[in-house]
Nanobody, 114 residues
Framework: QVQLVESGGGLVQPGGSLRLSCVAS????????MGWYRQAPGKQRELVAA???????TYLDSVKGRFTISGDNNKNTVYLRMNSLKPEDTAVYYC????????WGQGTQVTVSS
């Protein structure tokens, strides 16, 4: 069983930056293939960014050039650096396995507003 704990969200003005963190723990914990997902109010959850083996990455078109996913194997932690944030990035952000998510954590709220 893997536990995922996300953190780093908050309220930020348009154009601002945040760095999200996700710590994976448990006997089967691994960050070999991980993704960041988000769910905005009234919308379906969507994949924002993902990596495999820390090298192969994929991004949602609307965040390309603004978001960067990375990982630290020593800490079993996945990061999402978000720059040039827009109001439409407002959502609860979750990390999970990629491409098939497992159980979801509590997520971290990101609100982009002036």
């Amino acid at each position: 069983q893997v536990q995922l704990v996300e953190s780093g969200g908050g309220l930020v003005q348009p154009g601002g930056s945040l760095r999200l963190s996700c710590v994976a723990s448990g006997s089967d914990a691994s960050i070999y293939a991980m993704g960041w997902y988000r769910q905005a109010p009234g919308k379906q959850r969507e994949l924002v960014a993902a990596f495999i083996s820390g090298t192969i990455t994929t991004y949602l078109d609307s965040v390309k050039g603004r978001f960067t996913i990375s990982g630290d194997n020593n800490k079993n932690t996945v990061y999402l650096r978000m720059n040039s944030l827009k109001p439409e990035d407002t959502a609860v952000y979750y990390c999970n396995s990629y491409p098939v998510p497992g159980s979801w954590g509590q997520g971290t709220q990101v609100t982009v507003s002036s």
